[in-house]
């Protein structure tokens, strides 16, 4: 089977062998006319990693009460790609008189080999941190910006503060709506 791929001169074809060492999608590496990226986001448990994709992704607004639900940590892959048209539709856009598919990856904070699973072959790399949360900014500079620079010395980063609704937030509050009703 001939296949495409990004290269460093545009559209390359590729063996079945290395098609088959691509973690993403096949769909969009069988189009030529498509530029595949590979968007890789990470950053601490909790900070709004899955929030911030699934908003692009999914074009999905929460309810309140998704909002203030307990974190539950994810991950949000590939696999959303493959089974849900709608999500790979929205991953296509024109750039530049270029087709372009962009597709990202969730990652778990606390997972480190999971984590450097999803970095190999990225094209950019997206590192969020809690505005509500200054630990997690802290993070960034010592922690998450020299991992990226291990596994992806050459992928841009984009640093994104998520959360800015909850800055100013009473936290005790928000923590008390989140308990269930006795």
């Given at each position: ?15 079945s062998d290395s ?60 696999d959303q790609y ?40 990225s094209d950019v ?58």
């Amino acid at each position: 089977m001939q296949a495409w791929r990004k290269g460093p001169d545009g559209p390359q074809k590729t063996s079945s062998d290395s098609m088959s060492r691509l973690m993403d999608s096949d769909m969009d590496y069988e189009r030529p006319n498509v530029e595949t990226i590979k968007c890789v986001v990470v950053g601490d448990n909790a900070v709004g990693k899955t929030r911030l994709i699934c908003a692009r992704a999914c074009n999905a607004t929460l309810t309140q009460y998704q909002l203030l639900a307990t974190h539950v940590p994810t991950v949000w892959a590939i696999d959303q790609y493959r089974v849900c048209q709608e999500v790979l539709e929205r991953s296509r856009d024109v750039v530049d008189d270029v087709s372009v598919s962009l597709r990202l990856w969730d990652t778990f904070g606390d997972h480190h080999k999971d984590r450097r699973f999803a970095y190999g072959r990225s094209d950019v790399v997206v590192l969020c941190f809690s505005i509500a949360n200054p630990n997690s900014l802290h993070h960034v500079k010592t922690m998450w910006y020299p991992e990226i620079k291990h596994f992806c010395p050459r992928a841009p980063v984009i640093l994104v503060g998520c959360q800015l609704d909850l800055r100013y937030a009473d936290l005790e509050a928000v923590n008390r709506a989140r308990r269930p009703l006795a």
